[in-house]
C-alpha cells in the first residue's frame, strides 16, 4: 500500500457493531498506514505517530466492518452513459461500500474470461473501492449453454447467474448448479418464470387493476424459487435466491432450509420499504422487477429477514438514465439505484425492532462474505482497513442529485431519512468522508490504485 494514500486516523468513543467477532461495545479505534492498527479503551499512541494521526472523537458514532453489497449492475462494459465502474464505485463508497458483486449483464456479456478480467483490471485503476465480478451462467444469457465456468472462476469470478433473465430450461439450471459445484461457485438464481411475467409492468392484483397496467404474479418469482431449491436439492449444490419480493418465496426458501438445502437468499431495500401503491403516480422510478409487492409481501419480508431466511441485503442497484426511463410507463427500463440510500433505509429496520443492530449489520458484512467465499466482513486487526462510520440519528431529506453515481433513478429523492455513512475506508484509504470540517480530505477516488 503506498504511505501517501493510507490512512492515519485515530477514532475515540465509537460503538462498534462487528457481528462476525460477537461485537457490540464502546471503544477506540487506531489505524496507521492504513491498517486496523489496534481496537480497545483509552487507546495511546507512540510519539513518532501523533502528529501524524488526526483523532476523532465520534461520541458514540457507529465503526461497523466495511459493507458489501453482493449485488449491483455497474454498466460497464457497454452502457457506460448509465455508469461506469469508476462512478458505480464512488457511489458504492459513498453508501459505506467497500466492495460490491456486479451482475453479468453488460454489453458483451461477462460470460468468458476477458470481460472478468477487463472489469477487475478496470476496477483496479479507476475504482474506489473491489469489484469482484458474477459471470454468467449461459453464453450470451441466452439461456441455451452453459458459459465456461472454470475460465470465469480462475479469472476472477466468484458466483455466476443470469441476473435481469430467468434460465427458463430446468435442464440447464441442473447442469449449471452441478458445474458449479466443481469450482465451489454459488449459483445466483434471479427467479422469473418469464412465460407467467411476460407483459407484466407491475405486481399483479387489485392495483394493477385499478391502474390499467398488467400485473406479474408472486407465482411468477415462487414457480421458480421452488424449482431452482428441487434442483439444489437434487444436485447438493450452493444456491443462493437473488432479490427475494414475495411472502411465498419467503416460506418456500424458510422450508428449504429447515430441510437443510443449501440455500441462502437476499433481498434489497425497496422490497421491505415500497409498495406497489406507489406506483399509483405512474412514475417510472418505481418500476423494478421483481415489481414492488403487497403490503402483505413486505411483512413476509421483514419476518424472513428476522428469523434469518433472508440472509443478505443487497442493492441491486440498477442505473438507467432519462433515456430509458422518461418515458410511457410501458416503455421504461425496470430498476432504481441504491447504493447511496441503503443505509438509511436498512437503520430503519433496527428502529422498528425488526433487526438488532448487530443482525442487521451481519447481513451486510459477514453473510454476503460467507456466501461469496470472501475474506471480508470483520474488523481484523493488522489487516488493511475496511471501515463504515455512520451516524444512526442524523436526519435529513436525502437529495439524489449529490449522488456520486451517474444515474438518478431513486425512488427515495426528496424523502426524510435517518442515519447517514459519514466515512468509508476502504482498504486502508479514506474513500469518502462527510467529515472535512475535521481536517481530512477525500481521496480522488478516479485516481489510479495500486493494491
Ligand atoms: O429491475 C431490474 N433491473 N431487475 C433486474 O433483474 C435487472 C436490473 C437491470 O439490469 O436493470
Redesign the pocket.
Known amino acids: 500500500m503506498e504511505r501517501e494514500t493510507a490512512a492515519n486516523l485515530l477514532f475515540r468513543n465509537a460503538r462498534i457493531i462487528d457481528p462476525a467477532q460477537g461485537l457490540d461495545g464502546r471503544a477506540d479505534v487506531l489505524v496507521l498506514d492504513g491498517r486496523l492498527t489496534e481496537i480497545g479503551a483509552h487507546l495511546q499512541i507512540s510519539a513518532d505517530w501523533q502528529a501524524e494521526v488526526p483523532e476523532i472523537d465520534l461520541g458514540g458514532k457507529w465503526i461497523v466492518p466495511g459493507l458489501l453489497d453482493m449485488h449491483v449492475?455497474l454498466r460497464e462494459p457497454g452502457e457506460e452513459y448509465k455508469e461506469t465502474i469508476a462512478t458505480g464505485t464512488a457511489s458504492a463508497t459513498g453508501g459505506g461500500f467497500v466492495a460490491v458483486a456486479c451482475?453479468p449483464?453488460t454489453h458483451p456479456v461477462n460470460d468468458c474470461a476477458a470481460v472478468t478480467e477487463f472489469i477487475i483490471e478496470r476496477a483496479r485503476a479507476q475504482g474506489s473501492c473491489r469489484v469482484f465480478p458474477v459471470g454468467a451462467i449461459s453464453r450470451g444469457l441466452a439461456g441455451e449453454s452453459l458459459a465456461e465456468f472454470g475460465e470465469l472462476r480462475e479469472a476472477g469470478a466468484v458466483a455466476v447467474s443470469d441476473?435481469?433473465r430467468a434460465v427458463l430450461n430446468s435442464l440447464l439450471m441442473r447442469r449449471a448448479l452441478e458445474y458449479a459445484r466443481a469450482f465451489d461457485l454459488p449459483v445466483i438464481s434471479?427467479a422469473e418464470d418469464l412465460n407467467l411475467s411476460r407483459g407484466g409492468l407491475m405486481n399483479e392484483g387489485s392495483v394493477s387493476t385499478m391502474l390499467g397496467l398488467r400485473g406479474i404474479p408472486n407465482a411468477a418469482e415462487e414457480v421458480m424459487v421452488a424449482r431452482d431449491l428441487l434442483l439444489a436439492e437434487l444436485t447438493h449444490s450452493r444456491l443462493h435466491i437473488?432479490?427475494v419480493s414475495t411472502a411465498g418465496s419467503v416460506q418456500l426458501i424458510r422450508q428449504a432450509k429447515q430441510r437443510g438445502i443449501a440455500v441462502t437468499a437476499e433481498t434489497a431495500p425497496q422490497y421491505f420499504t415500497l409498495t406497489e401503491d406507489d406506483l399509483a403516480t405512474f412514475d417510472t422510478v418505481y418500476?423494478?422487477?421483481?415489481p414492488l409487492r403487497s403490503s402483505g409481501d413486505v411483512e413476509a419480508i421483514k419476518l424472513g429477514l428476522a428469523d434469518g431466511t433472508i440472509d443478505a441485503i443487497a442493492t441491486?442497484h440498477?442505473p438507467?438514465s432519462t433515456l430509458e426511463k422518461d418515458t410511457e410507463f410501458e416503455f421504461a427500463?425496470?430498476?432504481?439505484i441504491g447504493l447511496e440510500s441503503a443505509v438509511p433505509l436498512i437503520l430503519s429496520l433496527i428502529r422498528e425492532g425488526v433487526l438488532s443492530p448487530l443482525e442487521a449489520i451481519a447481513k451486510l458484512t459477514c453473510n454476503p462474505a460467507t456466501i461469496l467465499g470472501l475474506p471480508l466482513g470483520a474488523m481484523l486487526p493488522r489487516m488493511p482497513a475496511d471501515l463504515t462510520i455512520l451516524d444512526p440519528e442524523e436526519t435529513y431529506v436525502l437529495d439524489c442529485s449529490t449522488f456520486r453515481s451517474k444515474s438518478r433513478n431513486c425512488p427515495f429523492h426528496g424523502k426524510n431519512m435517518q442515519g447517514r455513512v459519514l466515512m468509508t475506508l476502504a482498504e486502508g484509504r479514506v474513500a469518502f468522508t462527510r467529515m472535512t470540517d475535521k481536517g481530512l480530505t477525500q481521496t480522488n477516488t478516479h485516481t489510479s490504485r495500486k493494491p
Open positions: 449492475h451482475m449483464n441476473d435481469g434471479h437473488a432479490h418500476k423494478v422487477n421483481p441491486d440498477a438507467h427500463a425496470n430498476g432504481m
